[in-house]
């Protein structure tokens, strides 16, 4: 529960004018016990076939579709209004052609309590400038 909670500090102390008062619903809740098979499982699946493929075509297959995963998920869109897709990773891991609840429901932006991404504090926090999220999204 540690690792999910974000830091929301700006030189070692609360920002509540950025990110506003602070609350503990993201403390208390915890994730669906499903959750945590679903990702194991998946991450057994990738194994699998990283594992025939090495035994099919040798090792260097899956070492260069690793250093193309890398180079995928490097590639981001600046903080701003428009959130970063992942296209050529989600094509290069076969997720497009699964839908996920992540598709269809609980999107963040349909939400009433949505802040817009305010682009300063997101290239802040990605240069190293202030901590926290690169996106306060609900109020």
Not at 96 to 115: A, K, M, V
């Amino acid at each position: 529960m540690e690792a999910s909670k974000l830091e929301h500090e700006v030189a070692g102390a609360h920002d509540a004018l950025r990110f506003g008062l602070p609350g503990v619903k993201s403390d208390i809740t915890i994730s669906h016990p499903l959750q945590s098979i679903q990702v194991s499982q998946k991450k057994r699946k990738e194994e699998l076939k990283r594992m025939v493929l090495m035994n099919t075509y040798g090792s260097a297959l899956p070492l260069k579709m690793d250093l193309d995963m890398q180079i995928l998920s490097r590639f981001q869109r600046l903080p701003g209004p428009l959130p970063s897709s992942m296209l050529g990773l989600e094509a290069l891991t076969g997720e497009l052609d699964d839908i996920g609840f992540e598709d269809y429901l609980n999107d963040p932006r349909d939400s009433e309590s949505f802040r817009p991404v305010d682009m300063h504090n997101g290239m802040e926090v990605r240069l190293g400038l202030a901590k926290g999220p690169i996106c306060p999204s609900f109020i």
